[in-house]
C-alpha cells in the first residue's frame, strides 16, 4: 500500500497520505513526517524522496554528493576578483569626478602614504564583504562567480541566508585568510569541504544541478 505518509498537523497524526498528495499540501521543511520506511517521526527536508520537490523550491539541502569542491570555489573566487576590480574601478572613476566636480585638488591624492594606504585596503575589504554578502543573501545564493560556476551558498537546511549571516560569513574570510590562507585550505581536507568562515556562520556550498 502506497499511502502510508503520516503528518503531524497540530500536534495530531493525520494520513494516510502519497508522496505527491503531501507535495501537494505544500510541506515545508519542518513538517513532521512518518515514511513507509521509517521507525520515527522525520523532518520532510531528510527524506530523500522530497529533494526534487524541496529543489524546485529553490531549497538545496547539502549533502555528501553535491557539496562544493576547494577548486570549482576557487575558479568562482578568480571570477568574483576580476568583477570586484572592475566595481572598484568604477566607483575610483565615479569619486574622482565627483571630487572634480566640488573642487578638490584630486592630483594630490597620495595613494603611497602610509594613513592612505590603510583607508584603501579597509575600503577594499568592506567592498569585498558587502559585494559577496549582498549576493549571498539574495535568491542568487551568491555571488556572480558563484552563479557562473553554478554554486550556491546556503544553510543546514538548505535555504539562502539572512544579510546578518552572509555578513558574518565573509567576515569570517578575514580568519579564514591568516597564515597562508589555511581557514581557506581546510576547504581540502574538512569532511563537510567547509572553510573556516563556513564553520563559523554554519554554511555549506554546494553545486547546483
Not at 577548486?71 to 571630487?99: C, E, F, K, N, S
Amino acid at each position: 500500500m502506497i499511502n502510508t505518509y503520516y503528518i503531524l498537523q497540530d500536534g495530531e497524526k493525520t494520513g494516510p497520505y502519497t508522496q505527491y498528495e503531501l507535495m501537494d499540501m505544500d510541506i515545508d521543511v519542518k513538517t513532521m513526517v512518518l515514511s513507509p520506511l521509517g521507525n520515527d517521526w522525520q523532518y520532510a527536508s531528510d527524506l530523500p524522496e522530497f529533494y526534487e520537490y524541496f529543489e524546485s523550491k529553490g531549497i538545496y539541502f547539502p549533502t555528501e554528493d553535491n557539496l562544493a569542491t576547494f577548486w570549482w570555489r576557487l575558479l568562482a573566487y578568480v571570477i568574483d576578483y576580476i568583477v570586484l576590480v572592475i566595481i572598484v574601478m568604477i566607483l575610483g572613476l565615479g569619486l574622482g569626478v565627483v571630487l572634480t566636480l566640488t573642487g578638490y585638488p584630486v592630483d594630490k591624492f597620495d595613494a603611497e602614504t602610509p594613513e592612505n594606504k590603510v583607508l584603501l585596503n579597509l575600503a577594499g575589504i568592506v567592498i569585498n564583504i558587502l559585494y559577496h554578502s549582498i549576493f549571498e543573501a539574495t535568491y542568487m545564493r551568491g555571488s556572480i562567480g558563484k552563479l557562473v560556476c553554478k554554486l550556491a551558498v546556503v544553510d543546514a537546511d538548505g535555504q539562502k541566508l539572512s544579510f546578518g549571516r552572509a555578513f558574518k560569513r565573509n567576515s569570517g574570510k578575514i580568519l579564514s585568510s591568516i597564515v597562508i590562507g589555511i581557514g581557506f585550505l581546510n576547504i581540502l581536507w574538512d569532511e563537510h569541504r567547509q572553510g573556516w568562515h563556513d564553520q563559523i556562520a554554519k554554511t555549506y556550498v554546494i553545486v547546483r544541478k
